[in-house]
């Protein structure tokens, strides 16, 4: 019995050991958001994100698409064929604004919070 | 299915009932129409490859939204339809006194699209072309590139005019000034020129205006159309006949405002569809075999001196 417990002890440990190597993983993961170009919309069309994310965008659709500041808040991307991505981190807090300049009817936002915010 | 809609869409365009009829048959043959505007009265009859009218004083063919370097499901091979849209221009067995082409030479802008596009485009015996942007020409670098290549206009903002047997002929640039959630426009600076430009002429001078978007409304929610414009209809009004021909949705639709005509073009790469009969305006993939009735080429003859200008647009469904 005493066994047992001390096994199951230590299996708990291990669990809570992988769980927060987990959590670990998944911190810089959260730094990271994609945003998909696809049916001629920006899905998520608002993404809200912490200062320091790096926002990747990737074209689904079968025409081309741009990433462009509506008011060069932020480094716009060039065109974006079938399948390309572009990145951009967001380092400053802040509403941004974009849209497609191929398709200016295709309008996003990025509103990015304080750090831990 | 599409092909099905498309036509019925089509025909609800169509005010004139001999107009409806004629196209009717037409789109089962599959062959083109000859359009003749007499004082602004547009009339139709059938294209039969020998409409070659002894009254034309000159003619000049439009091509438009090439698109070279696309290569998805719409048209895996949009230089085989440039060869055959190129085909069909020296299929109609006069040498156009120049080509128009109302823009998306290219997809992406890529030095090597303009450099295939380029090379295509000496398959067509003309001397002269003239060419303005559509926004696929313009990416990442406003236009430098294309520009370089193939003029760069007043001031190298890409408008510009030129005279032809009597005919003035006015280039607009309407894909440089792109707003978030509108519609383009031409600008300030640009209607100041065309103003200027137009002034000294007489009314009697038959005019042409092109630009790649369409200078009308023809769908707003796409951006198909220009923001600004109706102030370049003031500087048009006067005049007796006024054509307008622009690209950009890859199809055919017109209109008939006082003196003035405008027409967009289909385009040789892909089809897309009718306004608000898609939930986007991308490419429409359309049954095999079907394609070349959506695509094509646009010649346009001056009749006479003082009438309007006759369009032709040949779908390359018809055999070359």
Known sequence: MRLLIGTLFVVVCTAGFFMSSVLADNTPAANAVQINIFNYKFDPETATVPAGTTVTWTNKDEIPHTVASSDKGFKGSSGLDTGDSYSYTFDKPGTYKYYCTLHPFMTGTIVVTAKGG | MNDHVSKDREMELLQD???????????????????????????????????????????????????????????????????????????????????????????????????????????????????????????????????????????????????????????????????????????????????????????????????????????????????????????????????????????IQQKIEGNMTFYTARGTAYPQPLPGAAPNPGPLTVPAGQLGSYLGIREVRHVNVSGPLAVTDTSLALPV
């Open chain 2, 17 to 251: 009932g001999e107009r409806r009829r004629l196209l009717k048959c037409m789109a089962m043959a599959g062959a083109g129409v000859l359009w003749t505007m007499k004082s602004g009265v547009l009339s139709a009859k059938a294209l039969d490859g020998v409409t070659a009218a002894a009254d034309s004083d000159f003619s000049f063919i439009q091509i438009s939204d090439t698109h070279v370097g696309f290569h998805q499901a719409a048209n895996p091979d949009v230089l085989a339809t440039l060869q055959q849209a190129i085909a069909q221009v020296n299929n109609i067995g006069r040498i156009p006194g120049f080509v128009l082409h109302t823009g998306d030479v290219s997809h992406l802008s890529k030095p090597e699209q303009f450099d295939t596009a380029q090379q295509a485009f000496k398959g067509i015996k003309s001397d002269s072309w003239f060419f303005t942007p559509g926004e696929h020409d313009i990416i990442g670098d406003n236009g430098a590139e294309f520009f370089k290549r193939f003029g760069g206009g007043v001031n190298g903002k890409g408008y510009y005019s030129f005279d032809y047997k009597g005919m003035h002929c006015v280039c607009l640039v309407n894909v440089m000034d792109f707003k978030p959630g509108g519609m383009v426009s031409l600008g300030d600076e640009q209607l100041e020129w065309v103003e200027k430009d137009l002034k000294g002429l007489s009314a009697s001078t038959p005019i042409l205006v092109f630009a790649h978007i369409p200078l009308w409304t023809v769908y707003e929610a796409w951006g198909w159309g220009t923001s600004d414009a109706p102030r370049l209809y003031s500087y048009l009004r006067r005049f007796g006949s006024v054509t307008v021909l622009n690209g950009h949705i890859h199809q």
